[in-house]
């Protein structure tokens, strides 16, 4: 069965509106998410590493205040793209990942600005 | 040079053939390596890990790994149209949050 659960799976949207994408791990207790972006016909690129109740780690050239990253609970991650655009468009993936375990994906969210 | 290399392909074999599917990286300290599938549309699905140098089999896949070359390999015996995809090599960063670094993906198609 599934290990992670991702919701919605897909949001269109005018510009300007702000998404909030959720993350939810159902067989574990997990301290650690990530979240990733993928363009077309390109691969997972990382965006941050979220940390139950820390603040988020990004990677270079991802806008904080932009990509907000809420992990308040062990099983929960939250995504909020805000004020977003259309080149903000993507397919948005979490992982879940457990002690020694590879890190399980949830099924995308594709999200479109118009 | 980027950090993990795959060729895009796509990669075309006959049904019932050996696909082998290849990996370079570039980080030495790096511990684990994973092969996962993506199908159109979808969100990678992991396929194979592998921690130490050698292979591992699981049904029709092996993984290979020689950490001196820095070289994963994926090898689908018996290939079959619903084989057909993109195979993404990732391979743990040398951090402590384990982060995972993908190649770009080869496209796999698997003719009936």
């Known amino acids: 069965g599934a290990v992670v659960s991702q919701h919605p799976s897909r949001v269109i949207c005018k510009s300007g509106t702000s998404v909030k994408i959720e993350c939810r791990s159902l067989?574990?207790?997990?301290?650690?998410m990530f979240w990733y972006r993928q363009f077309p016909k390109q691969s997972l690129m990382l965006m941050a590493t979220s940390n139950e109740g820390s603040k988020a780690t990004y990677e270079q050239g991802v806008e904080k205040d932009k990509f907000l990253i809420n992990h308040a609970s062990l099983t929960l991650s939250t995504l909020t793209v805000t004020s977003a655009h259309p080149e903000d468009s993507s397919f948005y993936i979490c992982?879940?990942?457990?002690?020694?375990?590879?890190?399980?994906f949830g099924d995308g969210t594709r999200l479109s600005i118009l | 040079q980027k950090e993990v290399e795959q060729n895009s392909g796509p990669l075309s074999v006959p049904e019932g053939a050996i696909a082998s599917l290849n990996c370079t990286y570039s980080d030495r300290g790096s511990q684990s390596f994973f092969w996962y599938r993506q199908y159109s549309g979808k969100s990678p699905e992991l396929i194979m890990s592998?921690?130490?140098?050698g292979d591992k089999e699981d049904g029709r896949f092996t993984a290979q790994l020689n950490k001196a070359s820095q070289y994963v390999s994926l090898l689908i015996r018996d290939s079959q149209p619903s084989d057909s995809a993109t195979y993404l090599c990732a391979v743990t960063a040398n951090t402590g949050f384990q982060k995972l670094v993908f190649g770009t993906g080869t496209r796999l198609l698997v003719s009936p």
């Open positions: 067989d574990f207790q997990a301290t650690t």
């Open positions: 992982s879940v990942r457990t002690t020694n375990q590879p890190q399980h």
């Open positions: 592998i921690y130490s140098n």
